[in-house]
Nanobody, 115 residues
Framework: QVQLVESGGGLVQPGGSLRLSCAAP????????MGWYRQAPGKARELVAA???????NYADSVKGRFTISRDNAKNTVYLQMNSLKPEDTAVYYC?????????WGQGTQVTVSS
């Protein structure tokens, strides 16, 4: 059983920042594409950002310029730095690891942006 362990969610005011972390087993981290998805109440889960094993990144248009995904291969951890947060960023954020044949999910961490 592959476990992705997320941390860093919470309550933040609009305009604030949070950093999410996701630790993965070393056996998959080095070769899998790592990503962050989010799901708001009543909405479908959507890709926020992803980073390949080679370091290439892609972002949802709604977060470009505000969020940054990065990975620390020595710690088998992927990060999502979220700045200039908006109320519409409120959602459960899920860590994701995927290859051509397999997908793994974390348990999710709540991010709430509210004054």
């Amino acid at each position: 059983q592959v476990q992705l362990v997320e941390s860093g969610g919470g309550l933040v005011q609009p305009g604030g920042s949070l950093r999410l972390s996701c630790a993965a087993p070393g056996s998959i981290f080095s070769i899998y594409t790592m990503g962050w998805y989010r799901q708001a109440p009543g909405k479908a889960r959507e890709l926020v950002a992803a980073i390949t094993s080679g370091g290439s990144t892609n972002y949802a248009d709604s977060v470009k310029g505000r969020f940054t995904i990065s990975r620390d291969n020595a710690k088998n951890t992927v990060y999502l730095q979220m700045n200039s947060l908006k109320p519409e960023d409120t959602a459960v954020y899920y860590c994701n690891a995927r290859s051509a044949t397999r997908v793994y999910w974390g348990q999710g961490t709540q991010v709430t942006v509210s004054s």
